[in-house]
C-alpha cells in the first residue's frame, strides 16, 4: 500500500493543551483501595501509597487527574473523607454497590497527587446533593483560613489552600442510571448557578459542565444545546464521554470507532457555536473528553456480578485485560485527540489503576504496565507542542460506523521550542506493508531521532503479572530520511513514534 504523507510546518491546527494528557481515577472497584493505596503493601510509603504504582503514574508525565467520580461522586459527601482516619463514617456507594471506607478522601488524594506530580480536577455532586456542599467543599479546598471550612482543611493538617482551577459541575447528569439524574434544563439551571457561584468566589476557575455519556443517548445532542442554552456564559467546558469495544471482532470497524469519535467532537463544536452565536456571547467553550478508553472485555460479567454482590468493601470490578488491538485502538484515538485539539482542549483517559486502567496492581502483589500504558505515554510525552494539519494519501476503507476510514492514521505534532517534530503513525491495514513517503516543508534538513514502535504481536497478546513486559514498544527500523523526503515501510498492524530533529 503507497501511503503519501505530506507535513508542512505552517498548517497548524492548535496549540495543543498539555492537559489532553489526562487521567481520571473514581472511588470505585480497587483503583484507590489496593490501586495506589494499600498501606499493608511492602511498597506501601508513609501515607499509605504504593510506590509502585507512583513510579508508573509518575513516568507517563499526567498533566491532571479527574477525581473522585465519576458515578461514584453523585451520591459522595466529601466531608466523609477528611480528619482522623478512625473517625470516618463507612458509607454505601450506591453507584457500584460496594462499601466506601472513607480512608482516603481529598487531604490524602492531594498528597498523592503532588507526590505524582499531577493537578486536581475536582468533581462535585449535583446528584444527591447540590449548590451548598459545592461551595463549601470549594472553601475548604482553596480558601487560605479564617473561614469555617478552610480552617477545618488547616486544622486537618493542610495549612496552604491547594488552588484547584478545575471544576466538574457533577458526572453524567443525562444518564438515567445516575443518582440525582436530571432533565438538561434543571441540570443546565443547577449548573449554571453553581459555575455563577464559583466564578463569584475566583473568576480563575474553569468550569467543566456535563455534555452526553456517549453519543448513543437518546438525548444526544439536544442535551448539549439545552444544558448550554442555560450556562453557556459561566462555563468553560462540555463533558463527553465515550468507551468503545470490539465485541463483533471485526477490527477494522473497530478501528473506525475513531473517525465516529470525530464525528462526535465535530458535531458537539457545532452545537457549542450555534449556542454561541444564539446568546451572542463572547466567550469560548472547548471540548472536555473526560472519560474515554476501551471498556469491553469483560463488562458484561461485571454487570452480571455487581447484581448479585452483597456491597463488598473494594471488590474487583472493571478490570479490562488489554490486548495488543487496544493498544493500536487507543494510538489511534489519542491521534484523533490531536487532530482535533482546537475543539478538545482536555482529555481524561479513564481511569488510570486497575478500573479500565493502563496500570494494574495486585492486592499484596505486583503492578505492570498493560499494552495501552505506551501510547498513552508516547502521546504524554512527545505530543506537546503545535498540532499540524497533515495531508495523507492512502487507500480507505468503508466499514459499519463510518465510510473512507484511511488505513494509515497520522497525527503530527511540533514542537518548536524543542525543535522537534513527531509524527504518530498507526497502520490499521491487517495485512499490507505502508509504503511511507512523507514529504516535509518548513522543517529545514531534520534527521530521524527516534524511531518507536509497537509491531508484531497478535492482537490478542496481552501483559499480566507473570509476564509484565510481554507486549511492549521497541526501537523502530526500516524508516529513513533520504533528500529531505522520510521513507520506509511500516507493517501491517503496527504504530510508530517517529521524532525528527
Ligand atoms: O469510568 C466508569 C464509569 O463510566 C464512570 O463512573 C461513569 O462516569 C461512566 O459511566
Same mark, same amino acid.
Given at each position: 500500500?503507497?501511503?503519501?504523507?505530506?507535513?508542512?510546518?505552517?498548517? /497548524?491546527?492548535?496549540?495543543?493543551?498539555?492537559?489532553?494528557?489526562?487521567?481520571? %481515577?473514581?472511588?470505585?472497584?480497587?483503583?484507590?483501595?489496593?490501586?495506589?493505596?494499600?498501606?499493608?503493601?511492602?511498597?506501601?510509603?508513609?501515607n499509605g501509597f504504593r510506590k509502585d504504582v507512583l513510579?508508573?503514574?509518575?513516568?507517563?508525565?499526567?498533566?491532571? %487527574?479527574?477525581?473522585?467520580?465519576?458515578?461514584?461522586?453523585?451520591?459522595?459527601?466529601?466531608?466523609?473523607?477528611?480528619?482522623?482516619?478512625?473517625?470516618?463514617?463507612? /458509607?454505601?456507594?450506591?453507584?457500584?454497590? @460496594?462499601?466506601?471506607?472513607?480512608?482516603? =478522601?481529598?487531604?490524602?488524594?492531594?498528597?498523592?497527587?503532588?507526590?505524582?506530580?499531577?493537578?486536581?480536577?475536582?468533581?462535585?455532586?449535583?446528584?444527591?446533593?447540590?449548590?451548598?456542599?459545592?461551595?463549601?467543599?470549594?472553601?475548604?479546598?482553596?480558601?487560605?483560613?479564617?473561614?469555617?471550612?478552610?480552617?477545618?482543611?488547616?486544622?486537618?493538617?493542610?495549612?496552604? #489552600?491547594?488552588?484547584?482551577?478545575?471544576? *466538574?459541575?457533577?458526572?453524567?447528569?443525562?444518564?438515567?442510571?445516575?443518582?440525582?439524574?436530571?432533565?438538561?434544563?434543571?441540570?443546565?439551571?443547577?449548573?449554571?448557578?453553581?459555575?455563577?457561584?464559583?466564578? =463569584?468566589?475566583?473568576?480563575? %476557575?474553569?468550569?467543566?459542565?456535563?455534555?452526553?455519556?456517549?453519543?448513543?443517548? #437518546?438525548?444526544?445532542?439536544?442535551?448539549?444545546?439545552?444544558?448550554?442554552?442555560? *450556562?453557556?456564559?459561566?462555563?468553560?467546558?462540555?463533558?463527553?464521554?465515550?468507551?468503545?469495544?470490539?465485541?463483533?471482532?471485526?477490527?477494522?470497524?473497530?478501528?473506525?470507532?475513531?473517525?465516529?469519535?470525530?464525528?462526535?467532537?465535530?458535531?458537539?463544536?457545532?452545537?457549542?457555536?450555534?449556542?454561541?452565536?444564539?446568546?451572542?456571547?463572547? +466567550?469560548?467553550?472547548?471540548?472536555?473528553?473526560?472519560?474515554? +478508553?476501551?471498556?469491553?472485555?469483560?463488562?458484561?460479567?461485571? $454487570?452480571? /456480578?455487581?447484581?448479585?454482590?452483597?456491597?463488598?468493601?473494594?471488590?474487583?470490578?472493571?478490570?479490562?485485560?488489554?490486548?495488543?488491538?487496544?493498544?493500536?485502538?487507543?494510538?489511534?484515538?489519542?491521534?484523533?485527540?490531536?487532530?482535533? @485539539?482546537?475543539?478538545?482542549?482536555?482529555? *481524561?483517559?479513564?481511569?488510570?489503576? +486497575?478500573?479500565?486502567?493502563?496500570?494494574?496492581?495486585?492486592?499484596?502483589? #505486583?503492578?505492570?504496565?498493560?499494552?495501552?500504558?505506551?501510547?498513552?505515554?508516547?502521546?504524554?510525552?512527545?505530543?506537546? =507542542?503545535?498540532? &499540524?494539519?497533515?495531508?495523507?494519501?492512502?487507500?480507505?476503507?468503508?466499514?459499519?460506523?463510518?465510510?473512507?476510514?484511511?488505513?494509515?492514521?497520522?497525527?503530527?505534532?511540533?514542537?518548536?521550542?524543542?525543535?522537534?517534530?513527531?509524527?504518530?503513525?498507526?497502520?490499521?491495514? &491487517?495485512?499490507?506493508?505502508?509504503?511511507?513517503?512523507?514529504?516535509?516543508?518548513?522543517?529545514?534538513?531534520? $534527521?530521524?531521532a527516534e524511531h518507536l514502535s509497537m509491531e508484531g504481536?497478535?492482537?490478542?497478546?496481552? +501483559?499480566?503479572?507473570?509476564?509484565?513486559?510481554?507486549?511492549?514498544?521497541?526501537? =523502530?527500523?526500516g524508516v529513513g530520511v533520504e533528500d529531505g523526503q522520510?521513507?520506509?515501510?511500516?507493517? #501491517?498492524? $503496527?504504530?510508530?513514534?517517529?521524532?525528527?530533529?
Open positions: 500500500m503507497k501511503a503519501r504523507v505530506t507535513v508542512h510546518r505552517d498548517f /497548524r491546527i492548535s496549540s495543543i493543551d498539555e492537559r489532553l494528557y489526562s487521567a481520571f %481515577i473514581e472511588h470505585m472497584g480497587r483503583a484507590i483501595y489496593s490501586g495506589i493505596y494499600e498501606p499493608d503493601h511492602p511498597q506501601a510509603d508513609a513510579k508508573f503514574v509518575q513516568d507517563l508525565r499526567i498533566p491532571a %487527574i479527574r477525581y473522585p467520580g465519576g458515578n461514584f461522586v453523585s451520591a459522595y459527601n466529601w466531608e466523609d473523607g477528611i480528619g482522623p482516619k478512625d473517625k470516618r463514617p463507612v /458509607r454505601l456507594d450506591l453507584a457500584w454497590r @460496594s462499601k466506601e471506607t472513607n480512608q482516603v =478522601g481529598i487531604d490524602d488524594f492531594a498528597i498523592w497527587a503532588e507526590q505524582a506530580g499531577i493537578e486536581m480536577m475536582l468533581a462535585v455532586n449535583l446528584g444527591s446533593r447540590g449548590l451548598e456542599e459545592a461551595r463549601n467543599f470549594l472553601e475548604y479546598v482553596n480558601f487560605p483560613g479564617g473561614t469555617q471550612w478552610s480552617d477545618l482543611r488547616r486544622s486537618n493538617g493542610r495549612k496552604d #489552600p491547594y488552588g484547584v482551577k478545575m471544576w *466538574c459541575l457533577g458526572n453524567e447528569m443525562d444518564g438515567p442510571w445516575q443518582i440525582g439524574h436530571k432533565v438538561a434544563t434543571e441540570y443546565g439551571r443547577l449548573a449554571n448557578e453553581t459555575a455563577k457561584a464559583f466564578k =463569584g468566589f475566583d473568576p480563575t %476557575i474553569e468550569a467543566v459542565v456535563c455534555g452526553s455519556s456517549n453519543d448513543r443517548m #437518546p438525548t444526544y445532542p439536544e442535551w448539549e444545546r439545552e444544558v448550554l442554552e442555560e *450556562c453557556y456564559e459561566n462555563v468553560d467546558y462540555i463533558s463527553l464521554h465515550k468507551y468503545f469495544g470490539n465485541k463483533s471482532k471485526d477490527t477494522l470497524n473497530y478501528f473506525g470507532k475513531i473517525e465516529e469519535t470525530g464525528r462526535y467532537i465535530q458535531t458537539i463544536g457545532g452545537v457549542i457555536d450555534y449556542v454561541k452565536s444564539k446568546k451572542r456571547a463572547k +466567550n469560548d467553550v472547548h471540548i472536555c473528553f473526560d472519560e474515554w +478508553n476501551v471498556w469491553y472485555h469483560i463488562r458484561e460479567d461485571d $454487570s452480571r /456480578r455487581i447484581k448479585e454482590w452483597d456491597w463488598p468493601e473494594a471488590p474487583p470490578l472493571l478490570e479490562e485485560n488489554y490486548n495488543f488491538e487496544d493498544a493500536l485502538f487507543v494510538a489511534g484515538l489519542l491521534n484523533e485527540f490531536i487532530r482535533r @485539539s482546537d475543539r478538545v482542549r482536555i482529555a *481524561c483517559i479513564a481511569q488510570l489503576v +486497575n478500573v479500565i486502567a493502563p496500570i494494574r496492581a495486585e492486592k499484596g502483589g #505486583p503492578a505492570w504496565r498493560q499494552t495501552i500504558y505506551y501510547p498513552y505515554q508516547f502521546a504524554s510525552l512527545y505530543g506537546r =507542542g503545535d498540532a &499540524l494539519n497533515v495531508a495523507v494519501d492512502a487507500p480507505t476503507y468503508d466499514c459499519s460506523v463510518a465510510d473512507d476510514v484511511c488505513y494509515l492514521d497520522v497525527a503530527g505534532v511540533h514542537d518548536k521550542a524543542a525543535g522537534t517534530l513527531t509524527l504518530f503513525v498507526l497502520n490499521r491495514h &491487517l495485512t499490507e506493508t505502508a509504503d511511507l513517503d512523507v514529504s516535509l516543508t518548513g522543517f529545514g534538513s531534520p $534527521s530521524l504481536y497478535g492482537l490478542n497478546d496481552t +501483559n499480566g503479572p507473570d509476564k509484565p513486559d510481554n507486549v511492549v514498544p521497541g526501537m =523502530g527500523t522520510l521513507k520506509g515501510k511500516l507493517a #501491517p498492524l $503496527s504504530y510508530h513514534v517517529l521524532r525528527l530533529s
